[in-house]
Protein backbone atom coordinates (compact mmCIF):
# COMPACT_ATOMS: atom_id res chain seq x y z
CA UNK A 1 0.00 0.00 0.00
CA UNK A 2 1.55 3.50 -1.28
CA UNK A 3 -0.67 5.91 1.28
CA UNK A 4 -0.63 6.28 5.05
CA UNK A 5 -3.72 5.09 6.91
CA UNK A 6 -4.45 5.55 11.19
CA UNK A 7 -7.29 2.87 11.66
CA UNK A 8 -9.55 3.01 14.81
CA UNK A 9 -11.74 0.29 13.55
CA UNK A 10 -11.42 -3.11 12.22
CA UNK A 11 -14.44 -4.45 10.23
CA UNK A 12 -14.18 -8.62 9.61
CA UNK A 13 -16.81 -10.01 7.05
CA UNK A 14 -18.22 -13.20 9.31
CA UNK A 15 -18.19 -15.56 6.24
CA UNK A 16 -14.97 -16.32 4.45
CA UNK A 17 -13.00 -14.41 7.05
CA UNK A 18 -14.10 -15.53 10.73
CA UNK A 19 -15.92 -18.28 9.79
CA UNK A 20 -16.72 -20.98 6.88
CA UNK A 21 -20.38 -20.33 5.98
CA UNK A 22 -21.85 -21.97 2.68
CA UNK A 23 -24.57 -20.27 1.44
CA UNK A 24 -25.43 -22.80 -1.48
CA UNK A 25 -27.50 -25.46 1.14
CA UNK A 26 -29.59 -21.95 2.11
CA UNK A 27 -30.39 -21.10 -1.43
CA UNK A 28 -31.22 -24.42 -2.34
CA UNK A 29 -33.74 -24.81 0.13
CA UNK A 30 -35.41 -21.18 -0.34
CA UNK A 31 -35.53 -21.61 -4.17
CA UNK A 32 -32.80 -18.89 -4.44
CA UNK A 33 -30.79 -19.23 -7.67
CA UNK A 34 -26.91 -19.50 -7.79
CA UNK A 35 -26.13 -16.19 -9.22
CA UNK A 36 -27.81 -14.03 -6.89
CA UNK A 37 -26.92 -13.26 -3.41
CA UNK A 38 -29.64 -14.07 -0.62
CA UNK A 39 -30.03 -10.32 0.16
CA UNK A 40 -30.44 -9.55 -3.52
CA UNK A 41 -32.90 -12.63 -3.58
CA UNK A 42 -35.13 -11.32 -0.99
CA UNK A 43 -35.22 -7.58 -2.30
CA UNK A 44 -36.31 -9.20 -5.33
CA UNK A 45 -39.64 -10.90 -3.65
CA UNK A 46 -42.14 -8.31 -3.81
CA UNK A 47 -45.06 -9.90 -1.65
CA UNK A 48 -44.67 -8.16 1.65
CA UNK A 49 -46.09 -11.82 2.79
CA UNK A 50 -43.65 -14.04 0.95
CA UNK A 51 -40.62 -12.22 1.87
CA UNK A 52 -42.30 -12.55 5.63
CA UNK A 53 -41.96 -16.06 5.13
CA UNK A 54 -39.01 -16.63 3.38
CA UNK A 55 -36.95 -14.36 6.00
CA UNK A 56 -38.86 -16.34 9.09
CA UNK A 57 -37.54 -19.89 7.28
CA UNK A 58 -34.10 -18.20 6.29
CA UNK A 59 -33.40 -17.39 9.78
CA UNK A 60 -34.42 -20.37 11.41
CA UNK A 61 -31.93 -22.36 8.96
CA UNK A 62 -29.12 -19.77 9.45
CA UNK A 63 -29.41 -20.63 13.47
CA UNK A 64 -29.39 -24.07 12.64
CA UNK A 65 -26.39 -24.12 10.94
CA UNK A 66 -24.23 -21.88 12.95
CA UNK A 67 -24.14 -24.16 16.20
CA UNK A 68 -21.59 -25.82 14.15
CA UNK A 69 -19.89 -22.16 13.14
CA UNK A 70 -15.83 -21.98 14.74
CA UNK A 71 -13.51 -19.14 13.82
CA UNK A 72 -11.15 -20.03 11.31
CA UNK A 73 -8.39 -18.48 13.54
CA UNK A 74 -6.35 -18.40 16.39
CA UNK A 75 -8.15 -15.66 18.07
CA UNK A 76 -5.24 -14.65 20.49
CA UNK A 77 -3.23 -12.83 18.55
CA UNK A 78 -5.07 -10.64 16.53
CA UNK A 79 -8.11 -9.93 18.96
CA UNK A 80 -5.27 -9.22 21.56
CA UNK A 81 -3.90 -6.99 20.01
CA UNK A 82 -6.92 -4.89 18.85
CA UNK A 83 -7.99 -5.17 22.72
CA UNK A 84 -4.34 -3.48 23.89
CA UNK A 85 -4.82 -0.71 21.23
CA UNK A 86 -8.41 -0.19 22.45
CA UNK A 87 -9.29 -0.76 18.61
CA UNK A 88 -13.39 -1.70 17.49
CA UNK A 89 -14.50 -4.32 16.28
CA UNK A 90 -17.13 -4.35 13.37
CA UNK A 91 -19.12 -7.34 11.77
CA UNK A 92 -20.89 -7.60 8.92
CA UNK A 93 -22.40 -10.26 7.08
CA UNK A 94 -25.74 -11.47 4.92
CA UNK A 95 -26.61 -13.24 7.31
CA UNK A 96 -29.54 -12.46 9.73
CA UNK A 97 -28.96 -10.27 12.61
CA UNK A 98 -30.26 -12.87 15.47
CA UNK A 99 -27.81 -15.57 13.71
CA UNK A 100 -24.61 -13.22 13.68
CA UNK A 101 -25.58 -12.09 17.55
CA UNK A 102 -25.72 -15.65 18.83
CA UNK A 103 -22.33 -16.62 17.14
CA UNK A 104 -20.50 -13.18 18.19
CA UNK A 105 -21.94 -14.02 21.68
CA UNK A 106 -21.12 -17.65 21.93
CA UNK A 107 -17.40 -17.38 20.26
CA UNK A 108 -16.09 -13.96 21.30
CA UNK A 109 -17.44 -13.17 24.42
CA UNK A 110 -14.88 -11.42 25.68
CA UNK A 111 -14.54 -8.49 23.60
CA UNK A 112 -18.52 -8.23 23.17
CA UNK A 113 -17.32 -4.14 24.89
CA UNK A 114 -14.88 -3.58 21.84
CA UNK A 115 -17.66 -5.04 19.42
CA UNK A 116 -19.26 -1.46 17.97
CA UNK A 117 -20.97 -2.33 14.85
CA UNK A 118 -22.95 -5.26 13.09
CA UNK A 119 -23.70 -4.91 9.39
CA UNK A 120 -26.36 -7.53 9.05
CA UNK A 121 -28.36 -8.59 6.22
CA UNK A 122 -31.34 -6.38 7.70
CA UNK A 123 -28.98 -3.64 7.03
CA UNK A 124 -27.85 -4.28 3.68
CA UNK A 125 -31.76 -4.71 2.82
CA UNK A 126 -32.23 -1.28 4.03
CA UNK A 127 -29.05 0.14 2.22
CA UNK A 128 -30.53 -1.42 -0.79
CA UNK A 129 -28.47 -1.15 -4.34
CA UNK A 130 -27.26 2.11 -4.17
CA UNK A 131 -26.41 2.58 -1.06
CA UNK A 132 -22.62 2.08 0.31
CA UNK A 133 -23.23 -0.12 3.68
CA UNK A 134 -19.50 1.09 4.48
CA UNK A 135 -20.28 4.65 4.28
CA UNK A 136 -23.36 4.48 6.70
CA UNK A 137 -20.84 2.86 9.03
CA UNK A 138 -18.51 5.09 8.84
CA UNK A 139 -21.35 7.65 9.89
CA UNK A 140 -22.23 5.08 12.70
CA UNK A 141 -18.75 5.23 14.30
CA UNK A 142 -18.47 8.88 13.55
CA UNK A 143 -15.33 7.99 11.94
CA UNK A 144 -14.04 8.94 8.77
CA UNK A 145 -14.17 6.25 6.33
CA UNK A 146 -10.37 6.31 6.23
CA UNK A 147 -10.16 5.10 9.77
CA UNK A 148 -11.86 1.77 8.77
CA UNK A 149 -10.07 -1.69 8.04
CA UNK A 150 -11.80 -3.77 6.11
CA UNK A 151 -10.88 -7.57 5.80
CA UNK A 152 -13.13 -10.04 3.38
CA UNK A 153 -12.62 -12.63 0.87
CA UNK A 154 -15.51 -10.91 -1.01
CA UNK A 155 -14.42 -8.70 -4.01
CA UNK A 156 -17.65 -7.52 -4.32
CA UNK A 157 -17.57 -6.26 -0.60
CA UNK A 158 -13.58 -5.27 -0.73
CA UNK A 159 -15.29 -3.18 -3.91
CA UNK A 160 -18.00 -1.61 -1.90
CA UNK A 161 -15.28 -0.22 1.23
CA UNK A 162 -12.93 0.70 -0.87
CA UNK A 163 -15.50 3.09 -3.05
CA UNK A 164 -16.11 4.26 0.58
CA UNK A 165 -12.68 5.43 1.45
CA UNK A 166 -12.13 2.40 3.84
CA UNK A 167 -8.32 0.46 3.87
CA UNK A 168 -8.75 -3.49 2.72
CA UNK A 169 -7.88 -6.04 2.88
CA UNK A 170 -8.67 -9.22 1.21
CA UNK A 171 -8.19 -12.88 2.24
CA UNK A 172 -7.28 -15.11 -0.04
CA UNK A 173 -5.83 -18.69 0.01
CA UNK A 174 -4.41 -18.13 -4.06
CA UNK A 175 -1.03 -16.43 -4.66
CA UNK A 176 -1.65 -15.04 -7.59
CA UNK A 177 -2.50 -11.13 -7.72
CA UNK A 178 -5.80 -10.08 -9.14
CA UNK A 179 -5.56 -9.16 -12.89
CA UNK A 180 -8.37 -6.40 -12.75
CA UNK A 181 -10.33 -4.20 -10.13
CA UNK A 182 -10.94 -4.24 -7.34
CA UNK A 183 -7.35 -4.10 -6.12
CA UNK A 184 -7.02 -4.28 -2.28
CA UNK A 185 -4.65 -2.01 -0.33
CA UNK A 186 -3.53 -5.68 0.79
CA UNK A 187 -3.87 -9.07 0.23
CA UNK A 188 -3.08 -12.17 3.00
CA UNK A 189 -3.32 -15.42 2.52
CA UNK A 190 -3.46 -16.08 6.24
CA UNK A 191 -5.24 -14.15 9.02
CA UNK A 192 -2.00 -14.78 10.90
CA UNK A 193 0.02 -12.14 8.82
CA UNK A 194 -3.12 -9.22 9.76
CA UNK A 195 -1.67 -8.39 12.95
CA UNK A 196 0.95 -6.45 11.46
CA UNK A 197 -1.07 -4.99 8.62
CA UNK A 198 -2.90 -3.80 11.81
CA UNK A 199 -0.12 -2.26 13.10
CA UNK A 200 1.42 -0.29 10.66
CA UNK A 201 -2.05 1.80 11.86
CA UNK A 202 -2.04 2.26 14.96
CA UNK A 203 -0.43 5.41 16.36
CA UNK A 204 3.52 5.33 17.83
CA UNK A 205 4.47 6.48 21.03
CA UNK A 206 6.61 9.48 21.26
CA UNK A 207 10.66 9.12 20.99
CA UNK A 208 12.77 7.14 18.36
CA UNK A 209 11.29 4.52 16.48
CA UNK A 210 11.40 0.79 17.77
CA UNK A 211 14.14 -1.03 16.93
CA UNK A 212 12.24 -3.26 14.97
CA UNK A 213 10.36 -1.15 13.17
CA UNK A 214 13.38 0.52 12.17
CA UNK A 215 15.39 -2.40 11.09
CA UNK A 216 12.05 -3.26 8.68
CA UNK A 217 12.40 0.00 7.12
CA UNK A 218 15.92 -0.12 6.39
CA UNK A 219 16.02 -3.36 5.65
CA UNK A 220 13.62 -2.45 2.79
CA UNK A 221 16.06 0.52 1.59
CA UNK A 222 18.82 -0.68 -1.46
CA UNK A 223 22.42 0.88 -1.05
CA UNK A 224 24.16 0.81 -4.38
CA UNK A 225 26.93 3.43 -4.47
CA UNK A 226 29.94 1.89 -3.50
CA UNK A 227 31.42 5.23 -1.59
CA UNK A 228 28.95 4.76 1.23
CA UNK A 229 31.42 2.74 3.66
CA UNK A 230 28.75 2.69 6.77
CA UNK A 231 25.49 1.88 5.91
CA UNK A 232 22.63 3.17 8.30
CA UNK A 233 21.45 0.60 10.56
CA UNK A 234 20.20 -0.38 13.84
CA UNK A 235 22.88 0.99 16.38
CA UNK A 236 24.75 2.65 14.05
CA UNK A 237 24.61 6.81 14.66
CA UNK A 238 26.94 7.87 11.79
CA UNK A 239 27.41 7.41 8.17
CA UNK A 240 31.03 6.90 5.95
CA UNK A 241 31.12 7.62 2.87
CA UNK A 242 34.76 7.62 0.55
CA UNK A 243 35.13 11.68 -0.53
CA UNK A 244 38.62 10.28 -2.27
CA UNK A 245 37.60 11.05 -5.52
CA UNK A 246 36.28 14.13 -5.13
CA UNK A 247 38.20 17.59 -4.91
CA UNK A 248 35.28 20.18 -3.64
CA UNK A 249 32.25 19.04 -1.61
CA UNK A 250 29.46 21.23 -2.37
CA UNK A 251 26.98 21.04 1.17
CA UNK A 252 23.37 21.71 1.43
CA UNK A 253 20.73 22.34 4.23
CA UNK A 254 16.83 22.80 3.95
CA UNK A 255 13.88 21.84 6.04
CA UNK A 256 10.37 20.82 4.63
CA UNK A 257 7.93 21.97 6.88
CA UNK A 258 4.85 21.98 5.21
CA UNK A 259 3.24 18.46 5.47
CA UNK A 260 1.89 17.72 1.44
CA UNK A 261 1.49 14.52 -0.55
CA UNK A 262 4.67 14.53 -1.71
CA UNK A 263 6.88 15.81 1.02
CA UNK A 264 9.31 13.01 0.60
CA UNK A 265 10.06 14.22 -3.30
CA UNK A 266 10.25 17.67 -2.27
CA UNK A 267 12.46 17.27 0.71
CA UNK A 268 15.41 15.95 -1.76
CA UNK A 269 14.34 18.08 -4.79
CA UNK A 270 14.86 21.93 -2.93
CA UNK A 271 18.25 20.44 -1.54
CA UNK A 272 19.32 18.56 -4.87
CA UNK A 273 18.63 21.81 -6.94
CA UNK A 274 20.71 24.09 -5.03
CA UNK A 275 23.40 21.42 -4.72
CA UNK A 276 23.03 21.28 -9.11
CA UNK A 277 23.37 25.32 -9.44
CA UNK A 278 27.14 24.59 -8.27
CA UNK A 279 27.82 22.38 -11.25
CA UNK A 280 28.12 19.63 -8.30
CA UNK A 281 26.47 16.35 -8.15
CA UNK A 282 23.68 15.28 -6.22
CA UNK A 283 25.48 12.42 -4.15
CA UNK A 284 24.76 11.63 -0.21
CA UNK A 285 21.46 12.54 1.71
CA UNK A 286 20.80 12.74 5.85
CA UNK A 287 17.04 13.44 7.09
CA UNK A 288 16.39 14.14 10.10
CA UNK A 289 12.30 13.23 10.04
CA UNK A 290 10.08 14.43 12.88
CA UNK A 291 6.29 13.26 12.97
CA UNK A 292 3.98 14.66 15.31
CA UNK A 293 2.10 12.21 17.83
CA UNK A 294 -0.59 10.30 16.41
CA UNK A 295 1.81 9.13 13.49
CA UNK A 296 1.80 5.69 12.27
CA UNK A 297 4.21 3.20 10.85
CA UNK A 298 2.57 3.32 7.66
CA UNK A 299 2.83 7.24 7.54
CA UNK A 300 6.40 7.13 8.05
CA UNK A 301 7.02 4.25 5.61
CA UNK A 302 5.85 5.78 3.02
CA UNK A 303 7.42 9.20 3.46
CA UNK A 304 10.85 6.66 3.93
CA UNK A 305 9.91 5.24 0.71
CA UNK A 306 9.12 8.36 -1.17
CA UNK A 307 12.31 9.51 -0.08
CA UNK A 308 14.42 6.60 -1.46
CA UNK A 309 12.51 6.58 -4.93
CA UNK A 310 13.17 10.06 -5.43
CA UNK A 311 17.10 9.58 -4.66
CA UNK A 312 17.13 6.80 -6.52
CA UNK A 313 15.61 8.69 -9.27
CA UNK A 314 18.28 11.05 -9.31
CA UNK A 315 21.41 8.94 -8.45
CA UNK A 316 21.67 9.94 -4.80
CA UNK A 317 21.98 7.61 -1.92
CA UNK A 318 19.87 8.15 1.10
CA UNK A 319 22.85 7.84 3.88
CA UNK A 320 20.33 7.83 6.93
CA UNK A 321 19.66 9.97 9.47
CA UNK A 322 17.47 10.37 12.24
CA UNK A 323 13.49 9.61 12.80
CA UNK A 324 11.15 10.35 15.96
CA UNK A 325 7.82 10.68 16.77
CA UNK A 326 7.87 14.29 19.24
CA UNK A 327 4.81 16.83 20.59
CA UNK A 328 7.18 19.28 18.97
CA UNK A 329 5.95 19.58 16.02
CA UNK A 330 1.98 19.61 14.77
CA UNK A 331 3.01 18.53 11.06
CA UNK A 332 5.79 16.22 9.72
CA UNK A 333 9.20 17.80 9.08
CA UNK A 334 12.15 16.68 7.24
CA UNK A 335 15.43 18.37 7.24
CA UNK A 336 17.85 17.42 5.41
CA UNK A 337 21.14 17.91 4.45
CA UNK A 338 23.24 17.21 1.34
CA UNK A 339 26.49 16.37 0.04
CA UNK A 340 27.34 16.89 -3.57
CA UNK A 341 31.18 16.56 -5.35
CA UNK A 342 33.04 18.30 -8.20
CA UNK A 343 35.78 19.38 -9.38
CA UNK A 344 37.67 22.68 -8.35
CA UNK A 345 38.22 23.34 -11.67
CA UNK A 346 34.22 22.68 -12.97
CA UNK A 347 32.71 24.25 -9.35
CA UNK A 348 30.52 27.22 -10.57
CA UNK A 349 30.48 30.54 -8.50
CA UNK A 350 28.62 33.03 -9.43
CA UNK A 351 31.01 35.83 -8.18
CA UNK A 352 32.63 34.46 -11.82
CA UNK A 353 30.40 36.59 -13.83
CA UNK A 354 30.75 39.27 -15.59
CA UNK A 355 29.37 42.06 -17.94
CA UNK A 356 28.32 41.22 -21.14
CA UNK A 357 27.64 37.34 -20.17
CA UNK A 358 24.10 36.68 -21.20
CA UNK A 359 21.05 36.02 -18.88
CA UNK A 360 19.03 32.34 -19.65
CA UNK A 361 16.01 31.25 -17.90
CA UNK A 362 14.44 27.50 -18.52
CA UNK A 363 11.04 26.80 -18.21
CA UNK A 364 8.41 30.03 -17.13
CA UNK A 365 7.73 31.78 -14.27
CA UNK A 366 5.90 30.39 -11.72
CA UNK A 367 5.77 27.15 -12.22
CA UNK A 368 5.60 25.96 -8.57
CA UNK A 369 3.46 28.33 -7.60
CA UNK A 370 0.82 27.60 -10.62
CA UNK A 371 0.59 24.09 -8.90
CA UNK A 372 0.37 24.54 -6.06
CA UNK A 373 -2.82 27.21 -6.13
CA UNK A 374 -4.48 24.75 -8.83
CA UNK A 375 -3.89 21.96 -6.00
CA UNK A 376 -4.91 24.40 -3.46
CA UNK A 377 -7.78 26.57 -4.51
CA UNK A 378 -9.77 24.45 -7.11
CA UNK A 379 -13.18 25.44 -5.75
CA UNK A 380 -12.55 29.37 -6.04
CA UNK A 381 -10.81 28.07 -9.83
CA UNK A 382 -13.59 26.88 -10.81
CA UNK A 383 -16.12 29.46 -9.74
CA UNK A 384 -14.03 31.99 -11.71
CA UNK A 385 -14.68 30.08 -14.57
CA UNK A 386 -11.58 28.15 -15.11
CA UNK A 387 -12.43 24.97 -17.16
CA UNK A 388 -11.73 21.69 -15.22
CA UNK A 389 -9.17 20.60 -17.86
CA UNK A 390 -7.06 23.48 -17.15
CA UNK A 391 -7.01 23.50 -13.74
CA UNK A 392 -5.74 19.33 -14.07
CA UNK A 393 -2.77 20.79 -16.04
CA UNK A 394 -1.94 23.23 -13.79
CA UNK A 395 -1.59 20.81 -11.48
CA UNK A 396 0.84 18.49 -13.28
CA UNK A 397 3.31 21.65 -12.87
CA UNK A 398 4.54 19.69 -10.16
CA UNK A 399 6.15 17.26 -11.81
CA UNK A 400 8.68 20.04 -13.65
CA UNK A 401 9.97 21.52 -10.36
CA UNK A 402 13.84 19.91 -10.58
CA UNK A 403 16.28 22.07 -12.20
CA UNK A 404 18.77 19.13 -12.33
CA UNK A 405 18.75 18.06 -16.19
CA UNK A 406 19.45 21.99 -16.95
CA UNK A 407 21.87 22.47 -14.70
CA UNK A 408 23.71 19.17 -16.02
CA UNK A 409 23.60 20.58 -19.21
CA UNK A 410 25.08 24.35 -18.41
CA UNK A 411 27.97 22.59 -15.94
CA UNK A 412 29.45 20.79 -19.12
CA UNK A 413 29.42 24.15 -21.18
CA UNK A 414 32.78 25.83 -21.06
CA UNK A 415 31.18 29.40 -20.89
CA UNK A 416 28.51 28.52 -17.94
CA UNK A 417 29.66 31.48 -15.44
CA UNK A 418 26.77 31.42 -12.98
CA UNK A 419 23.45 29.29 -12.12
CA UNK A 420 20.66 30.19 -9.26
CA UNK A 421 17.35 27.95 -9.06
CA UNK A 422 14.06 30.25 -8.89
CA UNK A 423 12.21 29.72 -5.37
CA UNK A 424 10.32 31.68 -3.00
CA UNK A 425 9.74 35.29 -4.27
CA UNK A 426 9.58 34.35 -8.07
CA UNK A 427 11.46 35.43 -10.87
CA UNK A 428 12.02 39.02 -9.77
CA UNK A 429 13.18 38.03 -6.06
CA UNK A 430 15.66 35.53 -7.81
CA UNK A 431 17.47 38.07 -10.15
CA UNK A 432 18.14 40.40 -7.33
CA UNK A 433 19.42 37.72 -5.71
CA UNK A 434 21.37 36.70 -8.44
CA UNK A 435 22.53 39.87 -9.13
CA UNK A 436 23.12 40.45 -5.54
CA UNK A 437 25.68 37.06 -5.13
CA UNK A 438 27.32 37.94 -8.37
CA UNK A 439 27.66 41.28 -7.64
CA UNK A 440 26.69 42.43 -11.17
CA UNK A 441 23.91 44.28 -12.65
CA UNK A 442 21.71 42.66 -14.67
CA UNK A 443 19.69 43.91 -17.37
CA UNK A 444 16.33 42.50 -18.05
CA UNK A 445 13.51 42.93 -20.43
CA UNK A 446 10.41 42.06 -18.93
CA UNK A 447 8.46 41.29 -22.07
CA UNK A 448 10.94 38.07 -22.42
CA UNK A 449 10.22 36.72 -19.46
CA UNK A 450 7.97 33.54 -20.05
CA UNK A 451 4.77 32.87 -18.85
CA UNK A 452 2.61 29.60 -19.70
CA UNK A 453 -0.90 29.81 -20.74
CA UNK A 454 -2.10 28.64 -17.71
CA UNK A 455 -0.38 30.63 -15.34
CA UNK A 456 -1.04 33.40 -16.92
CA UNK A 457 -4.79 32.41 -17.01
CA UNK A 458 -4.63 31.68 -13.22
CA UNK A 459 -3.21 34.55 -12.02
CA UNK A 460 -5.09 36.75 -13.82
CA UNK A 461 -8.34 35.01 -12.24
CA UNK A 462 -6.86 35.39 -9.10
CA UNK A 463 -5.14 38.86 -9.51
CA UNK A 464 -1.34 37.60 -9.03
CA UNK A 465 1.77 38.57 -10.32
CA UNK A 466 3.49 35.59 -11.93
CA UNK A 467 6.68 37.30 -11.29
CA UNK A 468 6.46 37.53 -7.56
CA UNK A 469 4.99 33.98 -7.27
CA UNK A 470 7.12 30.61 -5.98
CA UNK A 471 9.35 29.62 -9.44
CA UNK A 472 11.06 26.17 -8.28
CA UNK A 473 11.85 24.72 -11.79
CA UNK A 474 13.24 27.54 -13.31
CA UNK A 475 16.82 27.83 -13.88
CA UNK A 476 19.22 30.94 -13.96
CA UNK A 477 22.09 31.05 -16.04
CA UNK A 478 24.58 33.49 -16.97
CA UNK A 479 26.41 32.59 -19.66
CA UNK A 480 29.99 33.90 -22.20
CA UNK A 481 28.25 35.10 -25.24
CA UNK A 482 30.20 32.98 -27.38
CA UNK A 483 29.15 29.84 -25.66
CA UNK A 484 25.53 31.09 -25.34
CA UNK A 485 23.97 30.50 -28.75
CA UNK A 486 25.47 26.75 -27.96
CA UNK A 487 23.98 26.14 -24.68
CA UNK A 488 20.73 27.24 -25.60
CA UNK A 489 20.66 24.90 -28.63
CA UNK A 490 22.11 21.73 -26.48
CA UNK A 491 19.25 22.65 -23.78
CA UNK A 492 16.41 22.73 -26.68
CA UNK A 493 17.96 19.31 -28.05
CA UNK A 494 16.87 17.73 -24.81
CA UNK A 495 13.49 19.42 -24.12
CA UNK A 496 14.36 22.13 -22.20
CA UNK A 497 12.32 25.45 -22.95
CA UNK A 498 15.23 28.37 -22.61
CA UNK A 499 14.45 32.00 -23.00
CA UNK A 500 17.15 34.56 -22.83
CA UNK A 501 15.94 37.87 -21.06
CA UNK A 502 18.97 39.72 -20.51
CA UNK A 503 22.58 40.12 -19.69
CA UNK A 504 24.97 40.98 -17.21
CA UNK A 505 25.04 45.11 -17.84
CA UNK A 506 28.48 46.26 -14.57
CA UNK A 507 29.68 45.36 -11.58
CA UNK A 508 27.61 46.60 -8.57
CA UNK A 509 24.03 45.04 -8.18
CA UNK A 510 20.48 44.94 -9.06
CA UNK A 511 18.54 44.45 -11.67
CA UNK A 512 17.56 47.09 -14.33
CA UNK A 513 13.89 46.53 -16.02
CA UNK A 514 13.43 47.29 -19.87
CA UNK A 515 10.23 46.89 -21.58
CA UNK A 516 9.90 47.50 -25.71
CA UNK A 517 13.35 49.16 -25.34
CA UNK A 518 12.28 51.62 -22.42
CA UNK A 519 13.28 51.64 -18.92
CA UNK A 520 10.18 50.41 -16.61
CA UNK A 521 10.19 49.75 -12.85
CA UNK A 522 11.15 46.03 -11.43
CA UNK A 523 8.81 44.47 -9.37
CA UNK A 524 9.80 43.83 -5.76
CA UNK A 525 7.72 41.87 -3.33
CA UNK A 526 8.17 41.71 0.14
CA UNK A 527 6.21 38.38 0.33
CA UNK A 528 5.52 35.63 -2.43
CA UNK A 529 2.64 36.19 -3.84
CA UNK A 530 1.14 32.97 -3.15
CA UNK A 531 1.45 34.10 0.91
CA UNK A 532 -0.60 37.58 0.00
CA UNK A 533 -3.18 35.17 -1.76
CA UNK A 534 -3.71 32.48 0.95
CA UNK A 535 -3.29 35.53 3.21
CA UNK A 536 -6.07 37.16 1.45
CA UNK A 537 -8.32 34.05 1.82
CA UNK A 538 -7.14 34.43 5.89
CA UNK A 539 -5.63 31.15 6.07
CA UNK A 540 -4.52 29.89 8.93
CA UNK A 541 -0.46 29.98 9.45
CA UNK A 542 -0.54 26.07 9.41
CA UNK A 543 -2.47 25.71 6.04
CA UNK A 544 -0.21 24.06 3.39
CA UNK A 545 1.31 26.89 1.76
CA UNK A 546 3.32 24.70 -0.95
CA UNK A 547 4.29 21.18 -2.18
CA UNK A 548 7.69 20.68 -0.21
CA UNK A 549 8.62 24.65 -0.20
CA UNK A 550 11.11 25.88 2.00
CA UNK A 551 9.12 27.39 5.39
CA UNK A 552 7.31 30.38 3.86
CA UNK A 553 6.24 33.52 5.81
CA UNK A 554 2.39 33.57 5.59
CA UNK A 555 1.47 37.29 6.75
CA UNK A 556 -2.04 37.55 7.91
CA UNK A 557 -4.65 40.65 8.23
CA UNK A 558 -3.60 42.72 11.10
CA UNK A 559 -0.19 40.87 11.07
CA UNK A 560 3.75 42.91 11.58
CA UNK A 561 4.93 44.02 8.18
CA UNK A 562 1.62 43.95 6.75
CA UNK A 563 0.33 47.57 7.08
CA UNK A 564 1.70 50.23 4.41
CA UNK A 565 2.78 47.16 2.43
CA UNK A 566 2.72 48.09 -1.29
CA UNK A 567 1.32 46.38 -4.06
CA UNK A 568 3.47 45.35 -6.93
CA UNK A 569 2.52 46.84 -10.78
CA UNK A 570 0.87 44.36 -12.27
CA UNK A 571 2.06 41.89 -14.53
CA UNK A 572 1.79 43.08 -18.69
Known sequence: MNRPFHIS???????????????????????????????????????????????????????????????????KPIFSLIGAKNLAIGVFSRHGRKTVGLFLKRALPALQRHIRLRISREELLTCGRRRNPFRLAAKTLHAPAGKILVVSADPEMLDLAAASGAVTVQLSRSSAAPDQPPFPDFRIRRLSQLPEIIRLGIPLPAGKL????????????????????????????????????????????????FATEAIGQYAVLVNANDIATAGAVPRWLLTTLLFPMGSTPSMIRCVVHELQESCRKWGITLCG?????????????????????????????????????????????????????????????????????????????????????????????????????????????ALEELAAAGGCRLRVDLGRIPVFPETRNLCRLLDVNPLGLIGSGSLLICCRPKHASRLEAELRQEGIAVTRIGEVEQLGGGVQAFKSGRPARWPSFEVDEIAR????????????????????????????????????????
Open 9 to 75: TVIFHLEGVLVRSDEQPLKSALGCPDTTSLPEFIRGIRDPDRRRRVLAELDRLEQAASAAWSLQLDK
Open 210 to 257: PNELLKELLGELVFEDPALLINPGVGEDIAAVDVSGAEVLVLKSDPIT
Open 321 to 429: GHTEITDAVTRPVISGMLAGSVRKRDLIDKRNMRPGDRLLMTKAAAVEGTAIIARECVSRLRSLGMAEEEIQTCRTFLARISIIPEARIAARCPGTSAMHDVTEGGIAT
Open 533 to 572: LFAGRQMHSNRTCGAGSRPRRIILPGSPGRKGQKRAPAFP
